[in-house]
């Protein structure tokens, strides 16, 4: 079968791959119908998150089942799935607390040998371990441009909403709006929020905030600090999402948020840096950060997808062939499209 292959930075390879098979009685195998192109993959692209040369990357999918182990009992084989995008063992000491993005046996698609040498979804079939906790059954109906977000950039939205503790009625601002944040533009909106600020640099991703219901801020063309003032009476915002991942967006949450509201950092950290914690402190301000839940969250974004409350098909700006997976990545390097569905 065919496969996207990390070689070495800047470069991917459609490569020629065994098809997987059934190993364990809780795997199944999934005949991929379409798999996203995703910001977490143009880190393993850069070369800054490493993995194995000829590795096959991707993490989001929707497919068919088309074989099952013995023990998969919530899933089968001709059901349309769709998947999230690490998989949970269901029964170690984090699982069983719900906290299944801490599984010790976490494993997580197309990321290499530290995550758990799972190989990914960008192919036209994936192995899905413990398919019974990682796979759920497409609402009928549902196109593949909605589902392929449930297990990942809206569970990853809806999570930095939900962790964040935003109550109806709260001001939020959402800081970096590629696709999760702009799914968490609507999370909140949708858990109730009255007025949500989201702030980026990129005129079509305001454009596309604004159309969810947001009030558009410009990062350098505007100052954030006097629309949070005129929204919240100076008080400054409940709830504050970090979607970037960047020292400087968490100093600007720090001071965009109320003082004892809340900032959820969704955008990835994973080095020393420098914050004014001071100025956290004498705000009362919780903080809290992190990898989405987002197993616990795939049924409540499917159900709010479903009803069409939540919406993500307007982040889908490029379609292409899985043959195209070489130019694909070169135009999402680009920034030219906001999320990129390939299709076997
Ligand atoms: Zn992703
Ligand atoms: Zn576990």
């Not at 809780?26 to 393993?44: F, M, N, Q, Y």
């Not at 497409?138 to 962790?163: I, N, Q, R, S, Y």
């Not at 968490?184 to 990129?202: F, M, P, R, S, W």
């Not at 990835?268 to 989405?292: M, N, P």
Request: proline share 4%; glycine share 12%.
């Amino acid at each position: 079968m065919r496969a996207v292959t990390f070689q070495a930075p800047g470069e991917v390879r459609i490569e020629d791959r065994p098809e997987p098979e059934v190993v364990d009685p809780g795997d199944a195998v999934v005949k991929i119908e379409a798999t996203g192109v995703c910001g977490s993959d143009l880190h393993i692209y850069h070369g800054r998150v490493k993995i194995e040369p000829g590795f096959t990357i991707g993490h989001e999918y929707v497919g068919t089942v088309i074989a099952v182990g013995d023990a998969v009992t919530r899933v089968a084989v001709g059901d349309r799935v769709l998947g999230c995008f690490h998989s949970a063992c269901g029964i170690c000491f984090h699982c069983l607390r719900g906290e299944y993005h801490r599984c010790v046996e976490s494993r997580t698609f197309g990321h290499g040998a530290t995550l758990g040498a799972l190989q990914g979804t960008q192919a036209e079939q994936a192995l899905v371990p413990h398919a019974d906790i990682v796979l759920r059954k497409v609402p009928e109906g549902m196109g593949a441009d909605t589902a392929l977000f449930a297990g990942d950039v809206m569970g990853t939205g809806f999570h930095a909403v939900d962790a964040s503790g935003l109550r109806p009625g709260d001001v939020a601002a959402v800081l970096g709006l590629g696709p999760v944040g702009l799914c968490a533009v609507q999370a909140a909106k949708a858990a109730g929020a009255a007025h949500v600020i989201a702030v980026d640099a990129v005129e079509e991703r305001l454009k596309i905030a604004e159309s969810f219901g947001a009030e558009p801020i410009h990062l350098t063309e505007q100052d954030a600090r006097e629309s949070v003032r005129a929204a919240t009476e100076g008080r400054g915002v409940d709830v504050c999402v970090d979607a970037v991942g960047d020292p400087r967006a968490l100093e600007s949450a720090i001071r965009l948020t109320r003082p004892c509201g809340a900032i959820q950092c969704i955008g990835v950290y994973a080095e020393r840096a420098e914050i004014h914690l001071g100025l956290l402190w004498l705000k009362s301000i919780t903080l809290r950060g992190g990898q989405a839940n987002v197993i616990a969250h795939v049924d409540r974004v499917l159900a709010m997808m479903s009803a069409g409350v939540l919406d993500p098909t307007p982040l889908v700006t490029k379609h292409m062939s899985l043959d195209e997976a070489v130019e694909a990545y070169e135009i999402y390097d680009r920034r030219e499209a906001l999320k990129i569905v390939l299709t076997p």
